[in-house]
């Protein structure tokens, strides 16, 4: 049968293609034929945030603070508090969209267009006649990977859901009495007194039996381990590496040199002197045609005698500021004048004189006098910048071939990098004690979320298999393999035993501080007179602080005022106990008008942003938003 199906495969095909087909048509494609359905991170007014597009908006994110900030220290990108402030974002933006459709807030043209030219990237675009350069637009929205009609519907999107927080926030109000009232308890000033009661000055009380440290060692083993490591070895691939595999011939390195010549040389310039006959842009075609013509009779008279052109422009020219030095406007560079002049300026030879040239401010007559031309280096003199910059070049458009066959290699060859390596001449570097998070001061891969997280998936710590090619920054990618693995286990008794007994102490310390305290704080607060263990009287405030601790401070600033004085107790931890007496409440210092109508805004600022919060909580009521997605746990301070 198989041997029939073979003699005739093309009847075969056919016959399936006619079987199988039809079956689509009836049926229709799912799109988990060709890939899986992205899971739900969040929802928006019955629409879905998936994973897809969290890791897209991520990534978005990402590369947009790099290229703003390229040294900021890629774990904070990557980790998980600020993944997780993406997907708070998008739900904002979801949120603050669907309100704004639900309003009906639409943006005119008018505003679009007024939007648009306050910004000054877009407000440079524009022309002298004052159009906007249409190419260069495109260009600027292109290299955020929008078209001008994407990048003008995200403005108009954003100007809508503005309207929708901004009315809140402009619309709060708040009085000068009621904001001195507020600022006046920020800045309140207490006279206190404080005895500290120090864990140090209670360890040699500490009596640490072998018995009391194997339980302390027992109740407390979590404090002993030793976390998860691995032995890895990883390749990296940047535009570095494909640049070193660049060869360049001698005939590219000097018709690249031929090219850019006039770049490496420097920009030409030219001393030119012209004489104006004004016709502004709104003078009438009369009083233009009339301009014209003057300007037209003097062309006649220089050309006649071209060395009278600086007395004619001092007794004509009216452009006040060249005119008394017979139009000589100076060296002129490419870009410093309207098109029209600067085209005219840099078609001339020296001597020469222009036909009448028509601008926006009205007609001229150039002449230059002088051109200034930079030594023009030789191939020798820049050939290793130029070997540089080209390879530098050709590595940028290479890159995305190379990581290609970067990636495939990795994965077809999944039990060595070292294929991979040969044939990409990249170099297999190893490093030992590795673990899930970066280790202080890490670099490169190793300091990377997303790389180390492919590392310590399942598959790779069990089968030593390599990682996918990780993109670890902009034009850099990694591969992995765990060498060796050694999983999180506790230490024996014997190996931390010094430690056990350091922990054991500290704690214990810490609790006789705390109980001293304790009792002396009911002691000190029956007491009638001066309790001499009290420091001398300070006063704190929230600017002022006095070098005490944020825990101390904080007692001090909420501890109840109505009977003074006030005593409390402030447990520091691993730092003791503190005793804390508030003495007297003092008036904020004086401040000058300035200052006082400074911190009324602020507050003002502040009361708009809590009650435009509290209006987008409502919001989120409103559009029924549901967050999947666990928040990540606080790390404990």
Do not use: C
């Amino acid at each position: 049968m198989f041997e029939s199906i073979r003699k005739h495969s093309k009847i075969a095909m056919v016959l399936l293609f006619l079987l199988i087909i039809p079956s689509f048509v009836l049926v229709g494609i799912d799109h988990n034929y060709f890939s899986e359905k992205s899971a739900a991170v969040a929802r928006v007014d019955g629409h879905d945030i998936t994973q897809a597009d969290w890791d897209n908006a991520h990534r978005a994110e990402v590369d947009r603070i790099r290229a703003q900030s390229p040294s900021i220290d890629g774990r904070l990108l990557d980790s998980p508090e600020a993944r997780y402030a993406t997907l708070e974002r998008m739900v904002r933006d979801r949120v603050l969209q669907a309100a704004a459709s639900d309003m009906h807030l639409l943006t005119s043209d008018a505003r679009l267009a007024r939007e648009l030219q306050a910004m000054p990237a877009i407000a440079n675009l524009k022309r002298p006649d004052g159009t906007l350069d249409g190419d260069a637009y495109r260009a600027l929205v292109g290299a955020q990977g929008l078209t001008p009609e994407g990048f003008e519907a995200a403005i108009r999107r954003e100007i809508a859901t503005n309207q929708v927080m901004g009315s809140v926030m402009e619309s709060a109000i708040a009085g000068t009495a009621q904001s001195k009232l507020a600022v006046d308890a920020l800045y309140q000033r207490r006279e206190i007194q404080v005895a500290s009661f120090n864990p140090a000055d209670y360890a040699a009380k500490v009596a640490a039996s072998d018995s009391d440290l194997q339980a302390y060692y027992q109740a407390q083993s979590a404090k002993f381990q030793r976390a998860e490591q691995a032995s890895v070895e990883y390749v990296v691939l940047d535009l570095a590496a494909v640049q070193a595999g660049i060869t360049l011939s001698e005939d590219d390195l000097r018709t690249y040199y031929k090219e850019n010549l006039e770049r490496l040389s420097g920009a030409e310039e030219r001393r030119a002197s012209h004489i104006l006959i004004n016709a502004p842009q709104g003078a009438s075609s009369a009083d233009r045609e009339k301009a014209k013509a003057r300007a037209t009779e003097l062309l006649e008279q220089v050309r006649k005698a071209p060395g009278s052109f600086a007395d004619v422009a001092r007794k004509n020219s009216q452009d006040p500021g060249s005119s008394a030095a017979g139009g000589d406007l100076g060296f002129i560079g490419r870009g410093a004048m309207v098109k029209p002049f600067e085209d005219a300026v840099f078609a001339l030879k020296k001597g020469d004189i222009s036909d009448v040239v028509e601008t926006n401010f009205g007609y001229h007559i150039i002449t230059v006098t002088e051109i200034k031309r930079p030594p023009q280096p030789s191939f020798d003199m820049v050939r290793a910048s130029l070997e540089n910059e080209l390879k530098q070049q050709q590595a940028l458009r290479k890159f995305a071939e190379v990581a290609e066959a970067f990636a495939n290699g990795v994965y077809e060859q999944p039990d060595s990098l070292q294929p991979v390596a040969d044939k990409l001449k990249l170099k297999v570097q190893t490093a030992e004690g590795v673990a899930r998070t970066a280790a202080p001061g890490a670099a490169g891969p190793l300091a990377n979320a997303r790389f180390l997280e492919a590392l310590f998936q399942p598959e790779s710590l069990e089968s030593k298999r390599n990682t996918e090619a990780v993109e670890i920054a902009a034009n850099t990618m990694a591969a992995g393999r765990v060498v060796k693995y050694a999983p999180a286990q506790t230490l024996p008794y014997e190996a931390v035993q010094a430690q056990v007994r350091q922990m054991y102490v500290a704690d214990k310390a810490a609790e006789l501080a705390r109980k001293e305290g304790e009792a002396k704080l009911a002691e000190w607060k029956s007491a009638s007179g001066p309790v001499a263990a009290l420091s001398a009287p300070a006063v704190v405030s929230r600017d002022q602080p006095r070098n005490q601790p944020r825990q101390v401070l904080e007692a001090a600033l909420h501890a109840p005022v109505d009977a003074l004085p006030a005593w409390s107790g402030v447990d520091l931890g691993a730092q003791g106990y503190a005793v804390l007496k508030v003495n007297r409440v003092l008036p904020r210092d004086a401040v000058d008008a300035a200052t006082e109508s400074q911190q009324h805004q602020q507050y003002l600022q502040t009361w708009g942003n809590a009650e435009a919060l509290a209006y987008y909580e409502t919001l989120k009521k409103r559009f029924k938003v549901q967050i999947k997605a666990p928040r990540p746990a606080q790390e404990s301070q």
